[in-house]
């Protein structure tokens, strides 16, 4: 690889660049990523962060929702004069004023089955903001079937959780099959999350997404970590992939076209 990187970035990307497992070279790696966040909202606004400051090259931001005022307890990001903007777009501008290196294209749009695949195409890894089973099950399936790996989080009230789901291991099928029945599971405007919860789960994401770039380290593939911060406890469990999973599994489907997205999520195998 050729080396290009100028002043500016050797000063701004000094202390990557000292590191041995980062250096010039997993500098210009980065430099040169795509990386697509699904979710510019709580966990997506420390990933977007993160990312836009460690100098990822290409930075797609998919989210459909506008800023509301009862966001900005948690989504850091977006600020008092956002109100009423979409959340894409303002993301965008943090990123522009966090770090011109950084080309950044928000999408305000739901991710659906209609333009998954175009989001998608040539990341080298996704990053699941979002706070819907069917929008996580989409991205597991279309990210299992183009051999992108994900980088997956969720958050409840005081806790949360992250695993990586690379091409050649287990899926978010292997661990969850089916969705929830609609409403057994509540979201944060009924239950409410503590502001600082998504910080410390979106900063793990990011993590995960710089190290499954610059292929370092161990990820979290076939571990679920769970976050307390209640009892400020974090507690890993593998899992396996299940040779029987739809959609990973030797004999799954191999396309999104005919799965529906909708209550369970399930997949049918005659």
């Known amino acids: 690889m050729t080396l290009s990187l100028d002043a500016t970035q050797l000063d701004r990307y000094s202390r990557h660049i000292i590191m041995d497992e980062?250096?010039?070279?997993?500098?210009?790696?980065?430099?040169?990523?795509?990386?697509?966040v699904v979710g510019a909202g709580g966990l997506g606004s420390p990933v977007i962060q993160y990312l836009a400051a460690v100098g990822v090259g290409e930075l797609v931001v998919v989210d459909d929702d506008v800023v509301e005022r009862s966001n900005l307890q948690r989504q850091?990001?977006?600020?008092?004069?956002?109100?009423?903007?979409?959340?894409?777009?303002?993301a965008a501008d943090f990123v522009h004023n966090l770090n011109p290196d950084v080309q950044v294209d928000p999408v305000q749009a739901?991710?659906?089955k209609s333009n998954v695949h175009e989001l998608v195409e040539g990341a080298d890894v996704v990053v699941d903001a979002s706070d819907n089973f069917p929008t996580r099950y989409l991205l597991n399936d279309v990210c299992r079937f183009e051999g992108i790996p994900l980088v997956h989080g969720a958050i409840y009230k005081f806790e949360g959780q992250v695993t990586t789901l690379l091409p050649s291991g287990p899926c978010y099928r292997c661990l969850f099959p089916e969705a929830p029945k609609p409403g057994t599971v509540p979201d944060c405007a009924t239950?409410?999350?503590?502001?600082?919860?998504?910080?410390?789960v979106g900063c793990i994401q990011a993590t995960e997404a710089v190290k499954v770039v610059l292929d370092v380290g161990e990820v979290l593939d076939g571990?679920?970590?769970f976050y307390d911060a209640m009892d400020m406890t974090f507690e890993t469990v593998p899992y396996r992939q299940n040779p029987s999973c739809p959609v990973?599994?030797?004999?799954?489907?191999d396309s999104i076209a005919d799965i529906d997205y909708v209550e369970s999520c399930a997949i049918s195998i005659e």
């Open 22 to 36: 980062v250096g010039p070279e997993g500098q210009e790696r980065l430099l040169t990523s795509r990386v697509v």
């Open 191 to 200: 239950t409410g999350v503590i502001g600082v919860l998504p910080g410390t």
């Open 223 to 225: 571990r679920l970590m």
């Open 110 to 112: 739901r991710v659906d």
């Open 248 to 253: 990973c599994g030797e004999s799954g489907v």
């Open 76 to 90: 850091v990001i977006h600020h008092d004069g956002d109100v009423g903007v979409p959340k894409a777009e303002s």
